[in-house]
């Protein structure tokens, strides 16, 4: 088979979405309506270089295979489509309805500085009454007008408890602000927040505390995994932590959680553009991250946001490898035969090695003892050794590698380039002995056949 045949080319991520052709970035509009998971993206209809930004659009039953449709939202004369995010209108509060379904409606920012002719940024609405197939722009776009700098990025939550709509919107520096409404078309000041170092694409969600739903937080957060946590009553966002880091590697960015799950599944789902990936000769630029759920644990050094990686990968598990137990030496590394398309997990024990590695298709994953440093290419995390292991689980795809640790305490999203190796996948242990146990490999079929 040639290796052009879409969705087969040399590159080509095997789990992970990627447009048929042409540039993609940033997830938007995330909402599931009517058994459909729908991702829009940030996307250049006509060259694999950022540029003309429109919204792409495809659906999945399940989170793993995707089908993308036509393209959603093109530019007009207020601008080009940037970032944004999509609700059912349930109660069509919007007064958009059309029919007998609820409209799904969009918020995005009408990027004004790539207008024709030049206008300061806005945010604008797009409804469908023919569940995200086709799209309107409001008549009397844009429902925000210009706050300041190049404010962008609405991402939009139902506030049950006040019967209101909210809108996180990022404005300019680390400066982020929320609005309220009661009908997606007005929208009224409600407080302004800073995420120091933090920029872009804010998105804002409670959640429970170990599974408590006594006991919440809500989370502001930003475009590369910066976040707050904090209270939210109806009026203002009180932050009660310092900005925290969700994100350990360097390859995720602009992550967006998905809108109107249904209760009885519960979870918050989130997706991130991989940034910075490297796809040479490719008629494909860029990807997104496998979808990960939320949620916040008690740690040690107190409430955090864990993600681990949606349970529906095994939807993709096709021959698995099971050992008990591994013991490693300097002289006696394990390299099993598998394939290229990995779900891996295991426990560490690095015992008395300084350094222990998994090497992926030619590239070292490491753990230093000395450091209790995990790192992959040029991205690392501290990481702690709890009963003297470290629970791993990581995804590898053609060109990428996701990594999590303690149950997603620490997650790391990475971009790479396989080398020439003699085998896909082995374990090494330097200067002492590790082990691993119970380690499960699955090897992936692609989510594209
Ligand atoms: C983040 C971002 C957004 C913007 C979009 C433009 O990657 O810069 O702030 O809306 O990308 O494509």
Redesign the pocket.
């Given at each position: 088979m040639s290796d052009q045949v879409l969705y087969r080319e040399t590159h080509r991520p095997q789990f992970h979405f990627s447009a048929q052709k042409n540039w993609i970035?940033?997830p938007n509009g995330l909402v599931y309506y009517e058994g459909e998971y729908h991702l829009f993206f940030?996307h250049n209809p006509e060259s694999v270089v950022?540029n003309n930004?429109t919204w792409g659009h495809a659906v999945s039953a399940d989170l793993v295979h995707w089908k993308q449709l036509e393209h959603a939202l093109l530019p007009d004369e207020l601008g080009t489509i940037?970032?944004g995010s999509a609700v059912v209108d349930w109660h069509n509060t919007s007064g958009l309805q059309e029919g007998d379904e609820p409209p799904l409606v969009a918020l995005y920012?009408s990027?004004g500085a790539h207008a024709p002719d030049p206008v300061p940024f806005t945010q604008s609405l797009a409804y469908s009454n023919d569940r995200g197939r086709t799209w309107t722009k409001y008549a009397d776009n844009p429902v925000l007008g210009h706050i300041e700098g190049a404010n962008?990025?609405p991402k939009i939550v139902w506030h049950d408890a006040t019967d209101q709509w909210l809108m996180a919107l990022?404005l300019d520096g680390s400066r982020y602000v929320l609005y309220g409404s009661p009908n997606l078309l007005q929208w009224n000041h409600l407080c302004d927040l800073d995420l120091p170092g933090v920029s872009?694409?804010p998105d804002l969600f409670e959640l429970p505390v170990d599974g408590n739903p006594a006991d919440t937080r809500w989370v502001y957060w930003g475009?590369s995994g910066g976040y707050l946590l904090g209270h939210f009553e109806g009026a203002v966002y009180v932050p009660e932590t310092e900005v925290l880091h969700a994100e350990q590697g360097h390859n995720g960015?602009?992550a967006q959680t998905w809108s109107d799950v249904p209760t009885d599944d519960g979870r918050r789902l989130q997706i991130s553009?991989m940034?910075g990936g490297k796809y040479p000769a490719m008629p494909f630029n860029q990807q997104m991250s496998f979808p990960v759920e939320l949620t916040l644990r008690s740690t040690p050094k107190g409430i955090r946001l864990c993600r681990t990686p949606v349970r529906e990968i095994e939807l993709l598990h096709g021959k698995a490898y099971y050992e008990a137990e591994v013991a490693l030496t300097p002289d006696a590394p394990f390299a099993p035969d598998v394939g290229e398309l990995l779900d891996l997990r295991f426990d560490l024990l690095p015992e008395d090695a300084e350094v222990f590695t998994v090497r992926i298709r030619g590239i070292d994953l490491r753990y230093e003892a000395a450091k209790r440093r995990l790192s992959f290419l040029d991205a690392s995390a501290e990481i702690e050794i709890c009963e003297g292991r470290i629970p791993l689980h990581i995804l590898v795809d053609r060109t990428s590698l996701e990594l999590f640790a303690h149950d997603g305490e620490i997650s790391m999203s990475c971009c790479f380039l396989p080398e020439a190796a003699e085998h896909v996948l082995s374990f090494h242990a330097h200067g002492g002995s590790a082990r691993l146990d119970d380690l499960r490999v699955h090897e992936l079929d692609s989510a594209w056949s």
């Open positions: 970035n940033d940030q950022w930004m940037f970032s920012t990027a962008r990025d990022y872009e694409c475009a960015y602009a553009w940034r």
